[in-house]
C-alpha cells in the first residue's frame, strides 16, 4: 500500500460571509465524496479559525451547513470602513520587517479599541457548538500587536479556544485586540490572509480563501506555497458569482445565508480538482 502522507486543510480570513461560503464548499465536497475534515492538520485564521474549531465541534458538516442557513441573531455584525482601512495602509508601506509592520499595525489596533471594549467572545462562543480544543491538530493564527509577532495557537498552548478564535478574528479598527495571558492579539489575517506556511510539512494541501489577496508578495498564498512545497495543492477562492453575493461588506451577517449557498453551488464545480489533490 502506498503511503500517501500527511494532509492539511487551510482555512483562510473572510468576515462572516467567509465562514458561509467554507462551510457551503466543505458540504458540498463532502457530498460528493470528498470529506476535507480528515485532514491531519487544519489551520484557521479569523473566518477560517472559527470553521476549524466547528469542524472539531462533533457535528457533521450538514448540520454545521444548515446552522448557516438560519436568521443570524447572535451575531454581532461590523464594518470596516474606508477610511478605517486607510489607517491600516502606512504601517505597511513604511521601512522595516514584516514584524516591524505588523507591530505598527498593532499600535493602530490598540488605539481603535480598548481590549474587551466589545463583547466578542461571546459571539464566539455563540458560534462554537463546543468550546473545547478538539483532539486533532489545530491550529490558530493571531499576531501579537505589541511585539508584530506571529502566534500560533494549538491545544498545547495552555489558552481557551474561544480566546484564541476571538484574537483570530480581532480585525484591527473593527474589533478590539484581545486580552490573553497579559498579552493583545489580533487578527491572524494582518500577516497573510491564509498562512499557508503553517502547513509545512503536509504533502496534501486544500488552501479555502475567500480573501485571496496578500499584504506582500513574501507572505501571499502562492509565495507560502512554494515555500512549503507538498507534492499536491489546491487552492480554492470565490468565483465571480460568489464575490457578487458577498458585496462590499464581508461582516454583514445578513448576508450569511446566501453566501453559504453559493459556496454549496460552486462547490459542485471544484469536485475532480479538490479529489485529485486529496487522492494523491
Not at 158 to 180: H, K, Q, R
Not at 257 to 280: C, I, N, P, T, Y
Request: glycine share 12%; net charge neutral.
Amino acid at each position: 500500500m502506498t503511503d500517501r502522507g500527511t494532509s492539511a486543510l487551510v482555512l483562510g480570513g473572510g468576515g462572516i460571509t467567509g465562514i458561509a461560503w467554507e462551510l457551503g464548499i466543505l458540504h458540498g465536497l463532502a457530498e460528493a465524496g470528498i470529506d476535507l475534515t480528515g485532514a491531519d492538520t487544519v489551520v484557521g485564521t479569523s473566518a477560517g479559525s472559527v470553521v476549524g474549531a466547528q469542524l472539531g465541534s462533533g457535528l457533521s458538516l450538514a448540520d454545521l451547513y444548515a446552522s448557516q442557513l438560519e436568521p443570524p441573531d447572535a451575531e454581532l455584525g461590523g464594518r470596516l470602513s474606508r477610511i478605517a482601512a486607510l489607517k491600516l495602509v502606512p504601517p505597511y508601506l513604511l521601512p522595516g520587517s514584516g514584524r516591524d509592520k505588523l507591530a505598527r499595525v498593532g499600535r493602530v489596533a490598540r488605539a481603535a479599541h480598548e481590549p474587551g471594549s466589545v463583547d466578542r467572545e461571546g459571539v464566539i462562543r455563540s458560534r462554537l457548538p463546543v468550546q473545547d480544543w478538539p483532539e486533532r491538530d489545530l491550529r490558530i493564527t493571531a499576531v501579537d500587536t505589541e511585539s508584530g509577532e506571529f502566534t500560533v495557537f494549538t491545544r498545547d498552548s495552555g489558552v481557551d479556544l474561544v480566546s484564541a478564535v476571538a484574537a483570530s478574528c480581532a480585525v484591527p479598527t473593527v474589533w478590539p485586540p484581545v486580552e490573553i495571558a497579559g498579552r493583545t492579539y489580533m487578527d491572524g489575517g494582518m500577516r497573510s490572509t491564509a498562512n499557508v506556511d503553517v502547513a509545512a510539512g503536509a504533502d496534501r494541501v486544500v488552501v479555502l480563501a475567500p480573501l485571496p489577496r496578500a499584504f506582500s508578495k513574501n507572505t501571499s498564498i502562492r509565495a507560502q506555497m512554494e515555500k512549503i512545497a507538498p507534492r499536491a495543492w489546491s487552492v480554492v477562492t470565490p468565483d465571480p458569482e460568489s464575490l457578487a453575493v458577498f458585496g462590499r461588506n464581508l461582516l454583514d451577517p445578513a448576508k450569511r445565508k446566501v453566501a453559504a449557498e453559493a459556496g454549496l453551488r460552486q462547490s459542485r464545480d471544484l469536485v475532480d480538482q479538490v479529489r485529485g489533490v486529496w487522492a494523491a
